[in-house]
């Protein structure tokens, strides 16, 4: 292997269902409830989100009223415990740095959230394509 070459990452079993593309259906702010504190991307939020078999990860949502415009790429790691880094290569403003999932995958659904249940989060679902 030369230099340049990256040895394989082990993953976890339950993240092989993570790759493909996703269509964005919801992004929400939850109390630590779970109940619903605001839609900052409205009811219909454009978005695709697209993991690839190299770890590879990007993401584009369109901003909205006040929210902003989330639109990077990179790569992902994922352990476990659910928890999926996106380690962000370049992005647009305020998404230049890497970002910390909690993943929920059931089929072709995905829910990935900023907290773990139980804490104040946004919890951004999604759907296979």
């Known amino acids: 292997m030369s230099g ?3 040895s394989p990452v082990p993953q976890p079993d339950w993240d092989a269902g993570l790759v493909g593309t996703w269509r964005l259906r919801s992004i929400r702010e939850l109390g ?3 109940a619903v504190l605001d839609e900052p991307y409205g009811q219909q939020p454009p978005g695709r989100l697209h993991y690839g078999p190299a770890h590879q990860v990007a ?3 369109p901003g909205h009223a006040d929210a902003p415009a989330v639109a990077y ?3 992902y790691e994922a352990d476990a415990a659910g928890k999926v880094l996106h380690n962000v290569h370049v992005g647009l403003p305020p998404f230049t ?8 995958l ?13 804490q104040h989060r946004t919890e951004l679902r999604w759907t296979r394509t």
Not at 97 to 104: H, K, L, N, S, T
Not at 106 to 118: C, K, M, Q, R, V
């Open 4 to 6: 340049t070459e990256k």
């Open 32 to 34: 630590a409830d779970g």
């Open 106 to 118: 059931e089929g072709d659904s995905l829910a990935l959230a900023t907290d773990i249940e139980g």
């Open 59 to 61: 993401v584009v949502i």
């Open 73 to 75: 790429l990179g790569e």
């Open 97 to 104: 740095e890497d970002q910390v999932r909690w993943a929920q």
